[in-house]
């Protein structure tokens, strides 16, 4: 459909942006249930309620300073860390103008954020207060695409660091790669193949391996060993983690067509699909499985308390055998949606207290448990079921799988 000519007046700031990324998703195809873009109602109503009040004097950082220009390389994490000494309560600090700020979740090198401090209490805001100069309008037109300008706003966390998590990780549910397509075959009788090979696969009985639309490429992950990933105190299994293989694009359906057997009778045959690899992060081998590649998830959301009381545990360190988490490490947490979490929820670690004897009474020799005391902590940017994947953060010592997590105090 061509779109319309009728013009609108929009401000001439950069909520241009952010209502074009609200509009079209900036240009990708977002997960909702994963990211809960752009902001939900809940942040909305926080972010109106403390734009005439903010948060007191006390909760700024002790060199919490009166202007910042936002950089390339920032982090939402660490720009909330120089004003706060809690960086997630950064949505009552940003006493949002919804008539100026579209959107918090969206904040771009080279914009600068005026600290406001009265009455006890502190406001951040974006443009200099008090300014009463009038906001220049300009007329623009929808069009048919728009880039995605949501890519140059800073992110929550090192996006490095992050972005393999966001678009290779996957949690899912016992049965999830049994029931998934798999590769059957390798030319020329090869057993391992990487990036640039093909490889046929199929279907399961009744679900063949076809394309979804002639007029686009369908994607596949690729994926091995549904690993099982229990509660560290119940046992009870969680979810599954799958290894992350590789990606390929379906070249060529799955058919059936009639081949010649033995006694000269054309008889019904499955050929498989065809795949070209394109990109291999380990070698593929027969067996391997396919998932359809999702919309591409965009870590784009405010730090932030859950919005519910949660108590959980580290189940594991992604990607590793080991058990001792350090900074900047990605962790898998017992707490999911079905607990309430989202993306941006900030918890606290906390480290085990040690079991030791009381020794001030020697008559009862009692053995007792020292207090969990806060270790660090993690912010969550991708949420399963009864699972999530977090980053560890402003750890102060090692982090050990079977540490509690709970809301930040």
Same mark, same amino acid.
Request: with cysteine.
């Given at each position: /459909? ?188 090869? !057993? ?77 045959? !499955? ?19 396919? /998932? ?69 009474? /020697? ?47």
């Amino acid at each position: /459909m061509a779109p319309t000519k009728a013009a609108f007046g929009l401000t001439k700031t950069r909520t241009i942006a952010a209502c074009a990324a609200l509009i079209v998703g900036g240009g990708f195809a977002l997960s909702a249930s994963a990211q809960n873009f752009p902001i939900t109602p809940a942040q909305r109503s926080t972010a109106e309620q403390v734009a005439s009040a903010g948060v007191p004097l006390s909760e700024l950082a002790t060199d919490a300073p009166d202007t910042y220009t936002v950089k390339s390389g920032d982090t939402l994490w660490a720009i909330s860390g120089k004003f706060l000494k809690r960086p997630w309560r950064w949505p009552e600090l940003w006493g949002m103008n919804m008539e100026e700020v579209r959107n918090p979740h969206l904040i771009y090198p080279g914009q600068t954020l005026y600290l406001e401090k009265g009455n006890g209490m502190a406001r951040l805001r974006m443009g200099k207060p008090g300014a009463g100069d009038p906001i220049e309008t300009v007329r623009v037109s929808p069009r048919t695409r728009i880039s995605g300008l949501a890519d140059n706003a800073i992110p929550v966390l090192p996006a490095h660091i992050i972005e393999p998590f966001l678009n290779e990780a996957i949690i899912i549910d016992a049965n999830a790669l049994e029931l998934a397509p798999r590769i059957v075959g390798l030319p020329e009788d090869r !057993v391992l193949i990487t990036r640039g090979d093909r490889a046929y696969a199929r279907g399961k009985a009744g679900l063949p391996l076809v394309e979804s639309d002639p007029r686009a490429v369908d994607s596949y992950r690729i994926y091995r060993n549904a690993t099982p990933l229990k509660h560290p105190v119940t046992g009870v299994v969680l979810g599954y983690e799958a290894r992350y293989l590789g990606s390929a694009e379906l070249v060529r359906s799955e058919t059936v067509q009639p081949v010649l057997a033995a006694n000269g009778q054309a008889q019904p045959t !499955v050929v498989p699909a065809s795949l070209d690899i394109k990109r291999a992060k380990e070698e593929i081998r027969v067996g391997d499985r396919l /998932m359809a590649e999702p919309p591409r998830a965009v870590g784009t959301y405010v730090p932030r308390a859950p919005s519910l009381p949660v108590d959980g545990a580290i189940v594991s360190v992604y990607g590793d055998a080991v058990s001792l988490v350090g900074q900047s490490q990605v962790v898998v947490v017992s707490l999911g949606t079905a607990d309430g979490l989202e993306p941006g929820n900030v918890l606290s670690i906390l480290r085990t207290g040690r079991r030791v004897d009381d020794r001030t009474d /020697m008559s009862e020799r009692a053995s007792i448990k020292l207090p969990d005391e806060r270790n660090g902590y993690a912010i969550v940017f991708r949420t399963f079921d009864r699972l999530s994947y977090a980053l560890v953060i402003d750890v102060e010592s090692v982090v050990t799988v079977g540490d509690r997590v709970i809301n930040p105090r």
